[in-house]
Nanobody, 127 residues
Framework: QVQVVESGGGLVQAGGSLRLSCAAS????????WGWFRQAPGKEREFVAA????????YYTDSVKGRFTISRDNAKNVVYLQMNSLKPEDTAVYYC????????????????????WGQGTQVTVSS
């Protein structure tokens, strides 16, 4: 079983930055595809970014391209989401998630393939 714990959320003004961290247990961390999703009040959970285990290939939803960066440290079992130039519409609960299939690409990550979810961390961007 894999345990996933997010941290780093908080309140920030528009234009500011936050870095989310996702700490995971489990000896197969390095072979999973990892992603970040978010859910705003009254909306469905949506994909934000993903990083594949093979080659560290990344993929982003259009609304965060150029502002967010996902990365991973396999030695520490940690996945990061660096968020810059934050906007009020980025306000949501952010979830770290993993798919344990070695065949899932970063582009294929979606809520339908996730095997492990974190508990979420709140990000609030004020205008």
């Amino acid at each position: 079983q894999v345990q996933v714990v997010e941290s780093g959320g908080g309140l920030v003004q528009a234009g500011g930055s936050l870095r989310l961290s996702c700490a995971a247990s489990g000896r197969t961390f390095s072979t999973y595809t990892w992603g970040w999703f978010r859910q705003a009040p009254g909306k469905e959970r949506e994909f934000v970014a993903a990083i594949a285990w093979r080659g560290g290939v990344t993929y982003y939803t259009d609304s965060v391209k150029g502002r967010f960066t996902i990365s991973r440290d396999n030695a520490k079992n940690v996945v990061y989401l660096q968020m810059n130039s934050l906007k009020p519409e980025d306000t949501a609960v952010y979830y770290c998630a993993a798919d344990n299939s070695p065949f899932t690409t970063a582009q294929a990550m979606s809520v339908h393939v996730i095997d492990y979810w974190g508990q979420g961390t709140q990000v609030t961007v004020s205008s």
